[in-house]
């Protein structure tokens, strides 16, 4: 028998695979495509205290084998999603991780707060979203914000902390340490580069927010080198992300020393993306007789 | 599990019907059977450099042979769009749906109707005339070259605008409605925005019901995103803030519900 | 009559597109596939003081729509170079473009006074490679130290003196100004994006020095809004590349603000890359009736 | 301007020669007549997400026809030599070349030469063998299935090695020439780097000079990018450290030039 099942700060899933935030809805729209129970998690759309309608349209445009997204935040607010979401994915054998958005740090708290009583198993703090004004990347760029933010909403959670960390930074273990020391469970990489796009024809950007946060194949390297960088810098679990499109990608992150992965973009150009990644894993592991998902883990040093 | 699905579909045969513009038969089966008119397909090319799905509106359904056409205009070189047009009969293309929820037929049963298309938006008129029940009149625009006009005549009463005047109405659709006098009770409407800006203020006037299908860049096609909003004149049911997800609420709305 | 030419630091080029350092070696490999007269100028690959013998192999990864590259920075030494290298570039009517690599400060300023007597136009100063120990990124993503060095190689150079500056960095107009502070004539970025490629069937590293540098259109977009954060927070010229490959690529970094742009990686998928450009760039200005390129500098906002 | 040029090729034919092994004929035109025996092609995909060439050697070449044949093996799911197998005839392929300098002939004119191919590296010994005046004797080492092997016996007298033992002699290339006690004044070989290792030693001890084809990731293929080097014994003439460029100095190296 293959173990595929790992550990995040005492939550134990199925297997490593999760989704990757904002690009997976609550799970609702792919349920009719992949098997939600296959899933290690199903992480949400960020969720702020109050809805937000998020940034003007056009909100994406395709880079090389990559895209560039400033949906900036668009979310019901937590009242509807606790009402909604969270009761369609109780429905399913995966964990439920909630992504958390906000402009203060009272925005986050609040939110935080508000899911200790919700059926959820982790929170992940977005604080790298490069794509609105306010929070957000604030947090992730400064290591000393970073880690007081960690501080502050570690004090309302009762579920443990993801922290997700942003890719635009000079040194990405100073960051992992600071989420670290402000007492983060599990640390979540990567969040989108920051892109830009310009459509020369019409001379203007691609995007009305001028800028976005770039994902896809195109960003693999850069994520799997932080995530590298970091398994050697601190002892936290790490979910990986960024370009995960197959098994093979998957494993990738894991040998780099990721305890779980995210499939993000993957999913938009193949709505079964994260049940070929459980499957694609298992017969990689058959295949080269590994019977214990964490042989894998951080194997490539 | 749902209607939709993504698949490879073979080719059935591809020509050009005009300049740029390409119609594209497929074998689509269960796809083909779930398919309803003003809904759309999402093509993916195999670039690998080239992830993001090209969002074609269903022109035709051919129900006995389980296909679909699709009609679509090359945006310029080195583009998803040129590289179907480069594709034979007999090859796969990768295809997600069918998505959107497609024209309102019942609203229209029986009534006097507008199918309006301009431009690339005039194929999803076809199997809406097609389909559709009703006293149709469809009202199409063009710059210059026509395309699909002479398929129209068998469902519906044609009318043309060209905005060089080579044939029909010079000037657009709304022209051709005030040059020939016609009248409807209901309006479906397909084309680009400053199109649909004249014939939602022109329904609104009229207090004739409207719907129209909208256009914007989308990533997954099924809701999940944010990618592909339009401004709604409600709080929106999925997000609880003024957004419409075109890919999944829409692609076709009623004018009212919606700001252009 | 289209004007295609710009200025760099009272340096005239007769049209904007140059090479970028390192993948065009001195030009006598890509001279057997394009006229050399006809580019704005060729970047040499990096020299130092001394032949380094770079990095082992593997040295390259394919990676989704890029490349990961630890050459580092072999080289023959200024002394070959000059006797060799400048010699054959001089038989060409374009403008000849050194890129200097150093372990440190002194590193570099010998190479550079050494480089005051030679028939060279620019200096490219490269504080940013990622793919050696010692100097190079060091110097690269820290402002003061970016300072600090520009100011030193500024008192021995006689040429125009170019900073190259690295994307792997939190704040890259904080780095653009420290360069401007030294005394930097001219910017030129991005540099690689620091990534890694693990094999996963024989779980090692793709490359031999486990990270590299990833160029190639994947990260034209991280590129582009470098440069234009850049164009908005200094007065200096700016020399624009990362992932272009063609005309269109070319212009989106000269709307963005950059007044050159330099061809890498493309080279490699097409030999033809940098004189492809030059003329699309031309009929681009014919379709659009733009007379002069100063016209499309910076021409998005 | 030089030799080199990279254009788009059109396959004359292709077929599977062996489990996951290809032979594509080209019309390679001026390519094809400036092409010798151990050079190179650099073969790029069409996929823009798959950017860097794939070097293949020139198996042969009909001068008549100018057409270059290449024979290499798919090595693995989703790859770009995956893509090429997968291309029919009349499709056309973006190709470098001739790059490299192949083997010296003139070294071995008139001489006892052995012609050394292990594996994939068996393609470019076969025009080698042809081109070749010389008193030639193949020695062809596969892990099981053999390929190629009869088209040299035109050329050359044959022996074959297998790993298996399923063909002639049971292991390697060097245990084909034990046990036939064959003996050589040249040697011409390509192959894996262990191979070549073996020969490498087998040669110095014996005296012998031998050129070997050596294999590196390359990115230019043309000299320019330092990507493909190899360890050199003496210093090098392009960089004047001690590290030859496989793609512009090789692929072909006399053996004591170099480090394996
Ligand atoms: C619901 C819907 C139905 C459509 N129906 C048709 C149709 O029947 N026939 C037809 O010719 N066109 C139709 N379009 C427009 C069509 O999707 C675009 O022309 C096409 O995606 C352009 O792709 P490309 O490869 O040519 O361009 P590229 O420039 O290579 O596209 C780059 C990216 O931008 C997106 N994009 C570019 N233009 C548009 C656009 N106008 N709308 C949405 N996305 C865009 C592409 O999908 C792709 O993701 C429809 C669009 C929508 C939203
Ligand atoms: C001078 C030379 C001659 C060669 N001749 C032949 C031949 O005649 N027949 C044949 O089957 N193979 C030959 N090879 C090996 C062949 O280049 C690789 O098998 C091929 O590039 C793998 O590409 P892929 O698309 O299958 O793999 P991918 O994994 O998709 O390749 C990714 C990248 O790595 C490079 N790469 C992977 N493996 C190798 C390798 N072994 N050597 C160099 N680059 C590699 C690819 O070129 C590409 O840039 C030769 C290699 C060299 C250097
Ligand atoms: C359309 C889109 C929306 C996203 N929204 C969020 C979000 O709400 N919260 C968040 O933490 N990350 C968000 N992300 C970032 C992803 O979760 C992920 O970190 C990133 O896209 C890299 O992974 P990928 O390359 O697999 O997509 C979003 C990404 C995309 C493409
Ligand atoms: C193989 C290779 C070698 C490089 N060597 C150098 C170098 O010596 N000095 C330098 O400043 N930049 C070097 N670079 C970086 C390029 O000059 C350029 O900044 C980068 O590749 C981004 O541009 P591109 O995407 O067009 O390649 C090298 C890049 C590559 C791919
Ligand atoms: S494209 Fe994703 S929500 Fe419409
Ligand atoms: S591949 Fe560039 S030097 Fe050989």
């Not at chain 2, 609203?107 to 149709?136: D, Y």
Request: hydrophobic content about 40%; aromatic content about 6%; glycine content about 10%.
């Amino acid at each position: 028998m293959i173990k595929t099942a790992v550990n995040l700060a005492g939550v134990e899933l199925k297997n490593p695979v999760m989704t990757a935030s904002g690009t997976f809805g609550s799970g609702e729209e792919y349920s009719e495509f992949v098997d939600l129970n296959k899933l290690g998690a199903v992480v949400t759309k960020g969720v702020a205290n109050v809805p937000w309608p998020g940034n003007p349209t056009p909100r994406i445009a395709e880079t090389s084998s990559g895209m560039l997204n400033a949906i900036g935040l668009q979310n019901p607010g937590i009242d509807v999603f606790c009402e909604r979401d969270i009761p369609f994915l109780k429905k399913y054998d995966t964990r439920i991780i909630v992504n958390v958005c906000g402009k203060t740090t009272e925005d986050y708290c609040e939110v935080v707060e508000r899911l200790g009583n919700e059926p959820v198993d982790l929170l992940e703090i977005n604080v790298s979203c490069p794509n609105v004004k306010e929070g957000g990347i604030a947090f992730g760029q400064d290591p000393k914000a970073l880690e007081a933010i960690t501080k502050e909403v570690k004090k309302y959670a009762k579920q443990p902390v993801i922290m997700k960390l942003s890719p635009n930074v000079t040194d990405i273990t100073e960051m992992a340490k600071a989420a670290e020391a402000g007492g983060a469970d599990v640390l979540s990489l990567i969040n989108t580069l920051t892109g830009m796009k310009i459509d020369i024809n019409r001379r203007t950007f691609a995007l009305a927010n001028k800028t976005g946060g770039m994902s896809g194949p195109a960003v693999k390297p850069v994520a799997v080198r932080m995530v590298y960088q970091v398994a050697q810098a601190v002892k936290l679990p790490i979910i990986g992300m960024g370009g995960i499109a197959t098994a093979e990608d998957a494993l990738e992150f894991l040998m780099a020393g990721a305890t779980a992965v995210s499939v993000g973009t993957a999913n938009f150009f193949n709505p079964y993306a994260t049940e070929e990644v459980v499957a694609g894993i298992e017969e990689f592991m058959r295949r080269q007789h590994v019977e214990d998902i964490s042989e894998l883990i951080g194997a490539v040093k | 599990m749902s209607e939709k699905t993504k698949k490879s579909l073979k080719i059935v045969s591809q020509k050009e019907i005009g300049k740029d513009i390409y119609s594209m038969w497929l074998q689509a089966d269960e796809m083909a059977d779930a398919a309803r008119p003003g809904q759309f397909l999402s093509l993916y090319t195999r670039d690998g450099s080239k992830l993001l799905p090209r969002p074609i509106s269903i022109c035709e359904i051919d129900r006995e042979n389980r296909r679909i056409r699709l009609v679509y205009r090359v945006t310029g070189e080195n583009t998803g769009t040129e590289a179907f047009s480069r594709l034979h009969a007999g090859v796969p293309v990768e295809v997600l749906g069918p998505l959107g929820n497609g024209f309102p037929l019942q609203e229209a049963e029986g009534k006097r109707v507008f199918l309006m298309g301009g431009g690339i938006g005039i194929p999803p008129m076809l199997q809406t005339a097609k389909e559709l029940h009703a006293e149709k009149t469809a009202v199409l625009g063009y710059r210059d070259e026509l395309f699909l006009n002479e398929e129209f005549e068998n469902f519906a009463n044609v009318f043309v605008a060209t905005e060089d005047g080579s044939a029909g109405t010079k000037g657009n659709v709304m022209d051709a409605i005030r040059e020939n006098a016609l009248e409807a009770d209901v309006i479906f409407a397909c084309g680009p925005t400053p199109m649909l800006r004249a014939i939602k203020t022109f329904a609104e006037e009229k207090n004739i019901p409207c719907w129209i299908s909208m256009e914007e860049r989308m990533a997954c096609g099924v809701g999940a995103c944010l990618a592909c909003v339009c401004k709604s004149k409600e709080v929106d049911g999925h997000s609880h803030v003024h957004n419409k997800r075109i890919c999944k609420d829409g692609p076709v709305f009623l004018s009212t519900e919606v700001e252009l």
